[in-house]
């Protein structure tokens, strides 16, 4: 129970990679706010999961991250449930095609928001409470933030900000703050995928030296890994199966 009496912020958590993030932790002891947007359901049954296996060891929390106002009262509250705040993962996300010609404002808004500017305003409104427990802030990058992946121009260019992001942070606020990233490659496609994109998705396994797609638990265990090595700020773990290894 390596995280136990920690308290751990995951923006995006009720499914997908954030929701095995949250299980890892909390089997290591941690207590959880699980932030969700739209997804009620998801995350209240992630709640009660949790609350099961451990009583009062894992919140609920809504919100809208890119209306920047909701940013403090989500910062106080989390550090409010357990009494502090131990771990922030800006793990929420969009994420499509924009293909030139047909990107717009609300695009923009959208993938630069979720993907570069609520890390970067989240972490601010987190950084006196994580600054007093000597914390850790966790940014899920992507493996396109250093090669592009075709069409998707504005995630790309978000991600690669974020990236940049880890590393000012990282030096701004040590030592009382760590502050790393984790570059997935491919680990759960998108929901719906029509037969253009599962095309595009074979090519990708195909680019990948370990043959096949990722589990979020891997993810899981490399957040697992940084929150546990006291050593480590400013650094960016692939997790991708080598993909990048033939882009460098
Ligand atoms: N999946 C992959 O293979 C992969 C690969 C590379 C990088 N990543 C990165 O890893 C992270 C997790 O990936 P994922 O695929 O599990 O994520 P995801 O399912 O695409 O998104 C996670 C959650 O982000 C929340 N969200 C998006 N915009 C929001 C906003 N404006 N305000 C509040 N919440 C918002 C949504 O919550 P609600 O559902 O509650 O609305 C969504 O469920 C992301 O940062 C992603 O970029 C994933």
Redesign the pocket.
């Known amino acids: 129970m390596l995280l136990a009496g920690k308290s751990v912020l995951i ?2 958590a ?5 929701a095995q993030i949250a299980r890892t932790l909390h089997e290591s002891g941690a207590n959880l706010i699980i932030h ?4 009620i359901k998801a ?1 209240l049954s992630l709640n009660e999961e949790l609350n099961g296996l451990r009583a009062n060891s894992a919140e609920t929390m809504q ?4 209306d920047l106002s909701n940013l403090s009262t989500l910062a106080q509250n989390a550090a409010k449930t357990f009494g502090k705040l131990d771990v922030l993962i800006n ?5 499509y095609p924009t293909p030139i010609g047909e990107i717009n404002q609300q695009h923009w808004q959208d993938l630069m ?3 570069f500017q ?1 890390p970067l305003f989240l972490s601010q409104a987190c950084y006196p409470y994580l600054r007093d427990s000597r914390g850790i802030i966790i940014n ?4 396109y933030a250093s090669a592009p992946l075709k069409n998707h121009s504005l995630y790309c260019c978000a ?1 690669a900000a974020n990236q940049m992001l880890v590393k000012s942070l990282a030096l701004e606020l040590a030592p009382e703050v760590r502050v790393n990233g984790i570059a ?6 998108p929901e719906q995928s029509d037969a253009a994109e599962t095309d595009a998705q074979k090519a990708i396994l195909d680019q990948i030296p370990l043959g096949r797609s990722g589990s979020p638990e891997s993810i899981a265990q490399t957040a697992l890994f940084l929150i546990n090595n006291d050593y480590l700020t400013g650094e960016i773990i692939r997790v991708d199966g080598g993909r990048l290894i033939n882009n460098f």
């Open positions: 923006t995006g009720a499914n997908r990679i954030g969700y947007r739209h997804s995350a919100a809208e991250l890119s793990n929420a996300s969009s994420f928001s979720s993907n609520v899920m990058l992507d493996i991600k997935p490659g491919a680990i759960l496609w």
